[in-house]
């Protein structure tokens, strides 16, 4: 039997299997919104108080990467910019063309939180 010891507690491969099982079914239980990836959804906490992805988007390729969460009717807005690498001049320029369509989407984003509060 595997058994990992953690500030105090003991954990064996049973227990770690029963929490794995859990964690996946709170994960994969449907909820009010369709983009919704279940990572909120917290197996130790009531389903009441889950938080939820209400919306998932990207800009420019999946470079920017936005979302929307509802935590107990809060919604709160995240984004991240995942992009990195060498540029040419040329990739540079396109890239300013791309993103002066950025505010854009931000407006888009506020918009869309505000819809959700309403």
Not at 46 to 60: I, K, L, Q, R, V
Request: with cysteine; proline share 3%.
């Amino acid at each position: 039997m595997n058994t990992v010891t953690n500030v105090g507690t003991t954990m064996n491969d049973a227990s770690r299997t029963e929490i794995d099982s859990l964690w996946t079914a709170a994960q994969n239980t449907p909820c009010k919104y369709a983009e919704c990836t279940g990572e909120g959804h917290e197996y130790i906490l009531p389903e009441s108080e889950w938080s939820h992805e209400a919306m998932n988007t990207s800009f420019d390729g999946k470079i920017v990467l936005g979302s929307i969460s509802d935590h107990l009717g809060t919604f709160t807005g995240y984004i991240s910019f995942e992009g990195n690498g060498e540029m040419t001049a040329a990739e540079f320029r396109d890239a300013a063309d791309t993103y002066e369509a950025f505010p854009e989407w931000l407006r888009a984003m506020a918009d869309r939180m505000d819809a959700l509060a309403a």
